[in-house]
């Protein structure tokens, strides 16, 4: 059982700067990938960022790659995500997943933290 706790989100105005965390417990987190997505007020939940164990394993969604890193810290358990250049359209909660799969699908999930961008 992976457990997972975000935290970071908050209120920023347009073309400023948030990073997100992650804290993951559980075993074995190194087979995990772990990765971001959102959901928007009245859409779908999206895939925002992932990576793997290994370093340059990092996976982006196309719109999102010039703005957002995604990066793990595999002997704090952590994953952070850095968003620059916000924009009103990122407004969402933002959620951290873990999973064997490098898919991501099958994935444990955190709670989630609202991220809210002013324009």
């Known amino acids: 059982q992976v457990q997972l706790a975000e935290a970071g989100g908050g209120l920023v105005q347009a073309g400023g700067s948030l990073s997100l965390s992650c804290a993951a417990s559980?075993?074995?987190?190194?087979?995990?990938?772990m990765g971001w997505f959102r959901q928007a007020p009245g859409k779908e939940r999206e895939f925002v960022a992932s990576?793997?164990?290994?370093?340059?394993?990092?996976k982006y969604a196309d719109s999102l790659r010039d703005r957002f890193t995604i990066s793990r810290d595999n002997s704090k358990s952590s994953l952070t995500l850095h968003m620059n250049d916000l924009k009103p359209e990122d407004t969402a909660v933002y959620y951290c997943?873990?999973?064997?799969?490098?898919?991501?699908?099958?994935?444990?999930w955190g709670q989630g933290t609202q991220v809210t961008v002013s324009g």
């Open positions: 997943a873990a999973s064997l799969r490098v898919t991501l699908e099958s994935a444990y």
């Open positions: 559980g075993p074995d987190l190194r087979l995990y990938f």
């Open positions: 990576i793997g164990w290994i370093p340059g394993s990092s």
